[in-house]
């Protein structure tokens, strides 16, 4: 089914500015529909995304990056729609709720409106879902920083608007833009990155035994190296006494603000939730993944496209849940980029 230009007309606007953002187009992110008041995107199922090797489901990352870069769309949207200019509006806050895993080998789709545009700040809320936006995966709700229009810059602005040669965006991005800048089709019960299939078995993983093992080696990079997302963004993770301290090496790939350029948003929360899950199998000896139960992060800083560094602290260990603290920066210890906060279901 063709996209309906007269119902959604900021459709193909909302899709290039997906496109423009590097973790997007590696992720396949596609925009369905788009309007000033909401937009609708879909993530394909791809098994270098699986958070939890022992059932195929996908890492809360990905959700997180999908539900902040609809929300992120959104903005954009309602900001065109009633002022006729773009801006670019870096997350200043998000905070997740899972209600359930993702089922594999289906895509997740994220719905998402910006319901208050204030002259500085932009609200948004957002569902993920898969069969029916009636059960949802997770909830999301964020707030955005508007900034003055004239920081866009002409080429980020026409590659929005469409008539940009191909030259420009290349500069621009240092990476080719996807053909979803075109006329796209809407295919809701399948997807062409989806691996793998329905009868696809994900072989349950000795969880304490890879912990044993990376604690002997110590090398917990053992341990990631049976997490896909955590490959897929580049992660990796060092001992230092009681201490980890975990890494994300600077790769244009993970890029979610070309004009800075910085690191996506959802990227840095997909890092430092994965990053707690880490130390929780550590020092905890989990028998399995944990899971996340619920994700709050606060921007502080722009994740600006160099290494980024995380370190965490277990807050509060019960029998079934535990909370974590997670911090990150750059440069500079002091100067953090981002803080977060997550419980995780670890029984």
Known sequence: MKLNSEYFPL???AQRFVDQLAQCRRLGLQVHEASEHHVLIELPYRTELIGYPD???????????LMDTACGSAVVSAIYQKYQSLEISPTLDLRVDYMKPAQPHKPVYGFAECYKLSSNIAFTRAIAYQDSIDEPIAHAVGSFMRISPEMVGDAFRQALMG????????NL????PSPAQSEMQIHPTHSHHAEGGEGSHHQPIDVQGIVKRATELNDFGHLLEHVPYAKFIGMRVERFGDE????????PDNIGNPVLPAIHGGVIAGFMEMSAIVQLMVFMQTAKVPKVVDFS???????????????CRITRQGRRVANVNINCWQTNRKQLIATARAHFLID
């Open 297 to 311: 992060i606060d921007y502080l800083r722009a994740g600006l496209h160099k290494d980024s560094f995380a370190e």
């Open 163 to 170: 008539d940009i040669a191909p030259a420009v965006l290349n």
């Open 173 to 176: 991005t240092e990476i080719t």
């Open 11 to 13: 459709t193909q606007m």
């Open 244 to 251: 980890l301290i975990f890494k994300l090496p600077a790769n």
């Open 55 to 65: 059932t195929g489901v996908i890492h809360g990352g990905v959700i997180t990056t």
